[in-house]
């Protein structure tokens, strides 16, 4: 199974607030099969100990080492939010991408989102787009 499908994908999606972004990024992995709903509880805890906001509008929200074991499949969700939400102060993240990780399977999905970052018109389109297939053929490894 990919790492990345189209049925982790939102796009054109909202969030209140941070908490809520991570918890439909989470909520896009438990319902695909790759996590255990706790999962998502450890997303929202490792935010509290150390921001997962890269820049560019990302954020990389994942569990917390004690999680792996309600992880089922690796797998990352990729929650888009054109209006954005406050990560950090004075900082909006568009693009949630969930990760959840049981080997080193995600390093490759990492490297290729940190090439698509250093492109900013790219990830400017990625943030707009309504096309989650956009998504997937670019971040897809």
């Known amino acids: ?10 796009v054109q999606a909202s969030a209140a607030d941070k908490q809520d ?3 439909k990024a989470g ?5 695909s099969g790759c996590v255990a709903p706790a999962y998502v509880d450890g997303m929202l805890a490792r935010e509290e100990t150390m921001s997962t ?27 888009q939010l ?7 102060e004075g900082e909006k993240a568009h ?3 969930g990760i959840a990780a049981s080997s080193d399977e995600h ?10 970052l250093e492109d900013e018109d790219l990830t400017e389109k990625l943030i707009q787009t309504s096309d ?10």
């Not at 054109?82 to 950090?88: N, R, Y």
């Open 132 to 141: 989650p297939e956009l998504i997937l053929s670019t971040l897809g490894a």
């Open 1 to 10: 199974m990919a790492i990345l499908a189209l049925d982790r994908i939102q």
């Open 82 to 88: 054109p209006d954005g939400v406050e990560w950090e």
């Open 95 to 97: 693009l949630i991408i």
């Open 107 to 116: 390093v490759g999905v990492l490297a290729q989102l940190a090439e698509v």
């Open 21 to 23: 972004a991570i918890r």
């Open 53 to 79: 906001y890269l820049g560019m509008g990302v954020a990389i929200p994942h569990g917390e080492y004690d999680n792996r074991d309600d992880i089922f499949q690796t797998g990352i969700s990729v929650l």
């Open 27 to 31: 909520e896009l992995l438990v319902s």
